[in-house]
């Protein structure tokens, strides 16, 4: 992989971002993440400090589709931006991320944030994201949130073992 860091804008960037955070979108109102992977250079690194770290394409694509299509991601509706930055040296962007749930049915809002840095390869791709979060605050979460929607008839059979499998933490 040739390194390009540093060639890029900002402006780049950040529209290349702006792109692919606007085909994340539709993945999560789609249901739909098989194409997720596309937004990443051939070789890229994915580090997710829960699940471990993907190289390429294809191990990029089959963990985000099994990730997303399954509780709790798949029950996810958006993933708005609470900021971002531009590190124009290393190519990268770095940006808060709050991962949203439904309303479980009392109104109530249910969300944890990661901290992600994508590192910009050129041509609308990127080589390299990393997300930084807690992985237990996110499992409280959503504990939380599977409770109260099972109170209001809102659970699915998935959700509820998820409950029964991390319930106690």
Same mark, same amino acid.
């Given at each position: !992989?040739?390194? @390009?860091? /540093? ?13 692919? &955070?606007?085909?994340?979108?539709? &993945?999560?109102?789609? /249901? ?22 993907? @190289?390429? @394409? ?9 990730? !997303? ?6 029950? !996810? ?36 944030? %990661? ?12 080589? @390299? ?9 996110? !499992? ?11 109170? &209001?008839? %809102? ?15």
């Amino acid at each position: !992989m040739t390194d @390009r860091t /540093g060639t890029f804008s900002a402006e780049e960037i950040t529209e290349a971002y702006a792109a692919m &955070h606007a085909r994340v979108q539709e &993945h999560a109102r789609s /249901g739909d993440w098989d194409d997720f992977a596309l937004s990443f250079t051939e070789d890229a690194e994915y580090v997710e400090h829960a699940f471990g770290t993907f @190289r390429g @394409r294809a191990e990029i694509q089959a963990w985000s589709v099994k990730t !997303m299509t399954t509780f709790p991601g798949g029950v !996810m509706t958006s993933f708005p931006l609470a900021w971002q930055v531009v590190d124009v040296p290393t190519s990268r962007l770095i940006c808060e991320v709050r991962n949203l749930m439904p309303d479980p049915g009392d109104g109530s809002l249910h969300e944890a944030s %990661n901290l992600t840095i994508m590192t910009y390869a050129g041509d609308g791709l990127f080589s @390299r994201e990393e997300d930084i979060y807690n992985p237990l605050r996110f !499992m409280k979460m959503s504990v939380k949130w599977a409770k109260v929607a099972e109170a &209001h008839g %809102n659970l699915t059979d998935e959700g509820k073992a998820y409950v029964a499998q991390f319930g106690g933490l």
